[in-house]
Structures are given as C-alpha cells and as structure tokens.
C-alpha cells in the first residue's frame, strides 16, 4: 500500500461547480498535512495547510479525519484558473521528518 | 525576494554518465530537499540537507548522492545514468525544521533526459 494515496483523475467539472479530493495515509504517526497545487510544467506551490479542526481559504476547504486517515480538499465555485494538479502530502517524524507526497489529482475546469 | 533556483533548466545525458544539478535555496533558508518526478508519478523524496548535514534520504540507491555547501546551496549528482533517471528533479527549500511546521519552496526544475 502506497504510503499517501489520492485518485488520480481526472475530474472534469464546469464552471461553478464544487468538487471535492479525498487522499489517503497510511502512516497513523503522521503529524502535518498540506495540499499543494501543481500548473502543468511548473513547480507545486502550497495551496493550505489542512488542520484537525478543519479550516476554510476563500472557495477551499480542507479536512482531516485522523481516525480514518484521510484529507480532502473542496473546491466551492470552480473556476478555469482553478485547472491543475492537486497534490496531497503528509509529514511524519521517522528520526527526521519525512515528506511524502501523493501522486496527485487532476482537475480541468471547462468553461 | 527571490525563490529557489534551479540549474540547468535542461540537461540531456547519455545512460552511464554522470550528472549534477544545482540548487540555490530562498536567502536565510538552511534546509534543502530535493524530490524525484517521473512523467506519470508524484514526487519522489531524494534526499534532505540541514546545516550541511545529511538529515534523511529516501528509498533511491547510493548512485544519488549530493552535499550542501556553507552557503546552504545544493548539488545532487546522479551517477551511472539509467534511462529510469529521466524526470522532473525539483529541489525545495526551507527555513528551519519543518517539524516546526514550515512550509517547502519549490524551484522550477531540472528536466534531466537520459537516452
């Protein structure tokens, strides 16, 4: 089992739409977990932090559910700028933190 | 501020040589990280540099290497070029211990082809 799974996609949704990513840990130790976003060809840039009690960012939501281990992310409103790679990455302590990334979702907004 | 870079843009090697890519972090940042992307695939953690030191190394073998000089730049060299190597490398910088929470800064990439 991959240590950070997330559906691959894609999700093509139109304009306005919300859409919702789940990602899956395996590892129970995890500590921090994050959602970055990734345009074709460049680099991931952090779209937000995700926190136990769940927090909002504008149209994102991110939460967590520890007892199942898994975070999502909601898009409210979509919009054509929202179209790129969203990558779910966890953090743990294993004698120094390691990061792991999901293989990311793709999303593709159409007008 | 300037963010991370990255250098060469492109490189193109043949299978059995060697390379090596260059990273500057974000000015006051001392941890680097580099990551792994083959087409298809998320990104790979490579290897993690704090104050010049190793810290932690991901699931690759021994031909990936790489140091952080007293400058908190990086290199990572890839010896003995597997056509596999071919990938998105992308390096990360840090302030601090990201056990305190921070946040990673990408740069844009070295594309490296290996034919």
């Known amino acids: 089992r991959k240590e950070v799974e997330q559906d691959p996609g894609p999700f093509n949704v139109p304009e306005g739409a919300t859409v919702a990513f789940n990602c899956t840990y395996s590892?129970?130790?995890?500590?921090?977990f994050f959602w970055y976003r990734q345009d074709c060809r460049k680099e991931p840039k952090l779209l937000m932090s995700?926190?136990?009690s769940g927090n909002e960012d504008g149209r994102f939501t991110a939460q967590l559910n520890r007892a199942s281990q898994y975070i999502s992310l909601l898009i409210r409103d979509s919009k054509l700028s929202d179209s790129a790679t969203y990558l779910c990455?966890?953090?743990?302590?294993?004698?120094?933190?390691?990061?792991?990334f999901g293989a990311g979702t793709r999303l593709f907004v159409k007008a | 501020e300037a963010g991370v870079t990255q250098s060469p843009t492109h490189l193109i090697k043949t299978r059995g040589q060697q390379a090596t890519l260059r990273c500057s972090p974000i000015?006051?940042?001392?941890?680097v990280y580099w990551y792994q992307q083959a087409l298809g695939l998320g990104l790979q953690f490579l290897l993690w540099?704090?104050?010049?030191?190793?810290?932690n190394r991901g699931n690759f073998p021994p031909r990936f290497s790489g140091r952080q000089f007293p400058n908190y730049s990086s290199e990572l060299n890839v010896n003995a070029l597997e056509l596999e190597d071919s990938a998105l490398y992308l390096c990360?910088?840090?302030?601090?211990?990201?056990?305190?929470?921070?946040?990673?800064?990408f740069g844009p990439g070295t594309r490296l082809t290996v034919t």
């Open positions: 990360a910088s840090s302030l601090g211990n990201l056990g305190q929470g921070g946040e990673q800064y």
């Open positions: 590892n129970s130790a995890s500590q921090s």
């Open positions: 995700v926190y136990s």
């Open positions: 990455v966890v953090r743990f302590n294993t004698g120094g933190f390691k990061t792991i």
């Open positions: 000015s006051g940042h001392t941890s």
């Open positions: 540099y704090d104050e010049g030191e190793e810290r």
